[in-house]
């Protein structure tokens, strides 16, 4: 069902349940007979068909290849980084199969097997079945508790996907929630990963299957996160117009369900920033104002908060309380950020990223000297940080501390050259 194009000709193809000729051996999906006969003829399904049937079908096939593709890349671009480790699970090398890491630990802690991962997380989501929010272990490190990143997330989503297709439950309705679950996930990081088209053919294929299935009535909680989905992926590809009714859809559902709900405030907070690209500004305003009385610790809500004023900024129309608001937002969010993942974390990262980029385009924004300057020597602060990381990165190679156990950035000691320069020296008790 994510395999929504003929597998011969790439046309679109109605996506769950609706009826496209399928190979009868291996289910590999076509838009008519005469792509199906070609494909056998010339496009080699002659020669991949029985693998394909072995490997669980089409759909599960696909998620195996992809799974592939995406464990090849993480383990070569992690090479570097796992050398001379050892899995924290089995506690093998990578003699067999390589080794990685894609989330928040560092010197030897969080490094594994991709098989390791994924074995783990099949076990600890058959206690999760039918619980909102769970599945998170195919996510996210089970070491330091953050998101995956980077072909790392998406080998293991792929993973989780298949696992859904191929495992057997008792019940058809698990099997179902560990399907949907899949789909959510995939299309999650997917969108992440800036694999946005992919990430909405997987998000409507999910909306079908719901629709398909008796999960989701209409207009469910369900059926509006996914059309959400759908929004942000539409937004981050500057389809604005394409966004605009199916976010006033959300919206409109979420207000009748919860208008002080966390979800109704982020939801909210997407429609405003829809509205500020298409240049209806005021209108945007007035929402925010509606639905942003009170600060919120949902880091959700904050992070489509800031990409409210960003929009507002790049769209040359932000005003200087607006500005104000916005820095002091992401300030906070960069404190909270480091106090729960320490100052090297990727929610970390992202927050201190998102702060910089956002004071690098407000340079000459704010009216009064005394903001101008604030702004100017916290930008200059992040960027000496990204300075410093690279240094210290430099500096642990150079003595050989790349498997040192403690990195934490903040206790390195940035000290004068004397030549005018900064040179940055480990912690004490890593000398
Ligand atoms: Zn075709
Ligand atoms: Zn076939
Ligand atoms: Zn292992
Ligand atoms: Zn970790």
């Not at 099997?175 to 088209?197: A, K, P, V, W, Y």
């Not at 209409?218 to 539409?234: D, Q, R, T, W």
């Not at 940035?414 to 008790?429: H, Q």
Request: hydrophobic share 35%.
């Amino acid at each position: 069902m994510l395999l929504t194009t003929c597998a011969c000709c790439a046309a679109p193809l109605p996506t769950y349940g609706a009826g496209a000729k399928k190979c009868s051996r291996c289910s590999t999906r076509y838009c008519g007979q005469a792509c199906q006969q070609q494909h056998w003829k010339e496009g080699g399904h002659d020669k991949l068909c029985k693998k394909i049937k072995r490997g669980g079908g089409a759909e599960a096939y696909h998620a195996e290849e992809k799974y592939k593709e995406a464990a090849a890349e993480a383990v070569s671009a992690c090479a570097h980084e796992t050398k001379d480790q050892t899995c924290y699970m089995c506690t093998a090398g990578a003699e067999k199969e390589g080794l990685v890491r894609g989330c928040g630990c560092r010197g030897d802690s969080g490094i594994a097997h991709l098989s390791c991962l994924v074995q783990q997380a099949k076990i600890l989501q058959e206690n999760d079945v039918g619980v909102q929010g769970t599945h998170e272990w195919w996510r996210k490190c089970k070491v330091c508790g953050q998101w995956f990143e980077g072909a790392v997330a998406r080998a293991l989503t792929w993973a989780c996907w298949k696992h859904a297709l191929v495992a057997s439950y008792p019940e058809k309705y698990e099997q179902n929630i560990h399907q949907i679950m899949g789909m959510h996930l995939l299309s999650c990081t997917l969108r992440n990963e800036g694999c946005h088209s992919e990430s909405i053919a997987v998000t409507r294929a999910k909306l079908d299957f719901l629709q398909g299935s008796s999960h989701a009535a209409p207009g469910s909680s369900f059926e509006i996160e996914a059309k959400e989905h759908i929004v942000l992926n539409l937004y981050d590809l500057e389809r604005y117009e394409e966004a605009l009714p199916l976010i006033r859809e959300c919206y409109a559902a979420e207000l009748a369900r919860d208008a002080d709900s966390d979800v109704s405030r982020r939801t909210a907070l997407v429609y405003c920033r829809t509205l500020v690209r298409l240049k209806r500004v005021n209108q945007a305003r007035v929402l925010y104002r509606k639905h942003i009385t009170r600060q919120t610790d949902d880091i959700d809500v904050e992070r489509a908060q800031v990409d409210y004023f960003a929009a507002l900024l790049s769209e040359g129309v932000i005003s200087q309380p607006e500005l104000r608001e916005a820095k002091r937002i992401m300030e906070e969010r960069c404190k909270r950020a480091r106090q729960a993942h320490g100052s090297d974390g990727p929610e970390t990262r992202e927050a201190k990223r998102g702060l910089a980029a956002f004071l690098r385009d407000a340079k000459g924004a704010f009216d009064s000297p005394a903001d101008a300057e604030s702004a100017l020597s916290l930008l200059a602060e992040l960027d000496s940080a990204v300075d410093a990381d690279r240094h210290i990165r430099q500096g642990m190679s150079v003595l050989n501390l790349d498997g040192a156990p403690v990195l934490n950035l903040d206790d390195w000691r940035a000290v004068p050259d004397g030549e005018g320069g900064t040179i940055y020296l480990p912690p004490k008790s890593n000398i």
